[in-house]
Each structure stands twice: as structure tokens, then as C-alpha cells.
């Protein structure tokens, strides 16, 4: 029997199962053994590379957005319509079949946006090319899912399942469960709280169900059994996820308010370019991406030329932002002198663990190089720039 078969077979007991006190136990068992086939067909085919016919799409730029959706919601549409780059879009399903890459220029930044195949309930399973636009999906740093305002609600709980099948978690945080696998000792059970939805023996009999012997563990939330069981396959990944509920000009008025106020979504329409701007900015938000601007000393800064950081990619410290810049430079640094959200005080004198905001200004100084404006922290704050506005950043800046 295939794994995929195997799946299926435990699927359909635990559909037989009644939900109750005394199967509980039971259950937990089987969403654990559905975990493990999963994660078993994610692994690639013995003695291939792994890659086989994968869409091979090189990153580019400072993020990749990946579009997701059923056929012919309008996700090439949209990437044309964003990027300038030309996707073949049309009235019938399964038009885009291969990866299709554009570049969004925004805020002085350039993303990687990613038109894809539609994907259909079962795609996590290998149906049409699912497995490969998932694993597109997987290699962003944020998935639009794309839907059709006019389609069924349920087209979202069925996209959200396929992507949570491969071990894509949308909108949520890691699970606050502290485990640690042992070589003896036992397993040893906490929690910092009462739980309502795991107790130990459950616990112990989805260990039980991994081999694992001795591990300590200690819940930190009220979490469940998938949480418990995503901590041990330890393989998830946490992605922000924006809906983007397109064609609202075939909708009332009534249901593109209702859609429009959901979490996490934005409703547009491409044919009538209603609301791109609205999708762009949330897009940049979701991605939480930090723009540093360095400033020579004796210069201005060039407020064309970012800096692009993230939190989720490399870090937003000074360190990372040196490290950006070469990667010898950490060991010539003094400090930084830093403008901006992040200074509590302007210039504020950082090390190399200051956290940087989004629109900060940096100056390095080097061991043995004098800062600007000579010695001493009594400095002139008048050459730089207090708070940086868009409007200043077109102006020259005073010196
Ligand atoms: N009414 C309306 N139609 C739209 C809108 N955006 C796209 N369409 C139409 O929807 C159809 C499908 O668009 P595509 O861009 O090909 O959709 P897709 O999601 O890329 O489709 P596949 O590549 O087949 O998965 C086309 O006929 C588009 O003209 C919109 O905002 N409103
Ligand atoms: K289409
Ligand atoms: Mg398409």
C-alpha cells in the first residue's frame, strides 16, 4: 500500500471515530501516525537528488511572494498588473503551468513576486503539479492566496488544509512548548499552566508513538495535540499569509464589505485596478522588511539605496546590517551612530546588538577613525536627520 493509500485508510477511521473522552487516546495516536506518512512523503524518492521537476526560480530581490490558488482566479492577472511582466491569463483553467517571476518595485525595494499553476483540493498529495507550486509556496517569504470573491467561502479552508498537509503553518505562531529530545532519564512532563487538551498520558502515547523514550517537555500554553505533534516533527514553517479576494466587481456591495473585513485579507478587483495599492502596502507590512540607509561620514545618506533586512531572514541588528555590507566589516567597527525609530536619541551611539527599525540611518565608525564632527557625544545633531519623512528623503538633507 502507498503512503498516500495509508493516509487515506487512517483518515477514514478517524472519520469512524467517535469524539469522546475514551478515544481520545486513540485519536491523538492516529493524527500523530498521519503525521508521520506525511512527513515521510515530503521526504524525496530514494536516490534521486531531491529536486526532480521542481520549478527552478532563482530569488532575487529583498523577498519572494508566492500567488496561491484554485485555477483561474486571477493570480497572472495580478502578477502582470504588478510587476509589468507579461503572464498568459485567460477564461479557462490551468492557463499559467510553470512558475512565472516578476519583480514589484516598492518602497525602494525590489520583491520577487511568483505567479504559479492553480492548485485544486489534493495538490498536497501530488494532484496536477500541487507538490511543486507548494513547494514554491514554502520557499517565500509570504503566500497571497489568491481567491475569487464570486467562488465558494470553502475554497479557503481547502487551500489553507493542502498547504497545512506539507507542514505550512499561515498566520500562526510556533507552538509554546519547550521539547527537548534526551538520552536517558525518561520523560519528563510540565506544563507552566492547566492544560484542557492534552494530559501526560497523551502525551506519553504520541511520544510513545515516535520512539521516543526520554525527552523532557514542558507546555508553556494550553496547546493541542497537532500543536504537540507539529513540535515534535519539529519541521513546520511558521509564513504570514494575506487573502486577496479578487473580481469583487461581479459581488455586491454587501459581501465585498463582509469579505473585506476578515483577518489577514484584502479584497481587490484587477479588472477594474480597485485597491492594488491597499494589496501592495499590506504586502510590505507582512513581510516586515527594515530599511537601513548608511551614511558616509561627512555625507548624506542615499535614500535610494537601502539596506534591506528582515527579522525572519538573517536579523535586524547592527551585526547583520555590517555583515550585509561585507563580511569583514564587524571587526574594524568602534560603534554606530544611529537616526531613527530605533535611537533613543539622535545620534544614539550602538553596538553591534542594537535592533534596527525600518527607515534608520547608520553611520559606522571604525576603530582608530575619528567620528564626524570630532570627538565627544555633545555633537552637533543638526547634519542628520531627526525622523526620516518621504517628503525629506526627496529633499536634500541640511548639513
Ligand atoms: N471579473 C473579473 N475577472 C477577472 C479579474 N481578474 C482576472 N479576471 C479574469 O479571470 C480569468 C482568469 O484569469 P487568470 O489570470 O488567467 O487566472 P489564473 O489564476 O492565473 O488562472 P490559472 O493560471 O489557470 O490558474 C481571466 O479571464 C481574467 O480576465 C477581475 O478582477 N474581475
Ligand atoms: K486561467
Ligand atoms: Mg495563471
Known sequence: MGIIEKIKEIEAEMARTQKNKATEYHLGQLKAKIAKLRTQLLEPPKGSSG???????????????????????????????????????????????????????????????????????????????????????????????????????????????????????????PPQIYFKKKKTGGISFNSTLPLTHVDEKLCYQILHEYKIHNAEILFREDATVDDLIDVIEGNRKYMKCVYVYNKIDVIGIDDVDRLARQPNSVVISCNLKLNLDRLLARMWDEMGLVRVYTKPQGQQPDFSDPVVLSADRGGCTVE?????????????????????????????????????RDEDVVQIVKKKEKEEGGRGRFKSHSNAPARISDREKKAPLKT
Open 320 to 356: 547583520d546590517f555590517c555583515n550585509h555590507i561585507h563580511r569583514s566589516l564587524v571587526k574594524d567597527v568602534k560603534y554606530v551612530l544611529v537616526w531613527g525609530s530605533s535611537a533613543r536619541h539622535y545620534p544614539q551611539h550602538c553596538g553591534l546588538s542594537h535592533n534596527l
Open 51 to 173: 529536486g526532480g521537476e521542481g520549478f527552478e526560480v532563482t530569488k532575487f530581490g529583498h523577498g519572494r511572494v508566492a500567488l496561491i490558488g484554485f485555477p483561474s482566479v486571477g493570480k497572472s492577472t495580478l502578477l502582470t498588473m504588478l510587476t509589468g511582466t507579461h503572464s498568459e491569463a485567460a477564461s479557462y483553467e490551468f492557463t499559467t503551468l510553470t512558475c512565472i517571476p516578476g519583480i514589484i518595485h516598492y518602497n525602494d525595494t525590489k520583491i520577487q513576486l511568483l505567479d504559479l499553476p492553480g492548485i485544486i483540493e489534493g495538490a498536497s498529495e501530488g494532484k496536477g503539479r500541487g507538490r511543486q507550486v507548494i513547494a514554491v509556496a514554502k520557499s517565500s517569504d509570504i503566500v497571497l492566496m489568491v481567491l475569487d470573491a464570486s467562488k465558494s467561502e470553502g475554497h479557503r479552508q481547502i487551500l489553507t488544509r493542502e498547504l497545512e498537509a506539507v507542514g505550512l503553518r499561515l498566520n500562526k505562531r
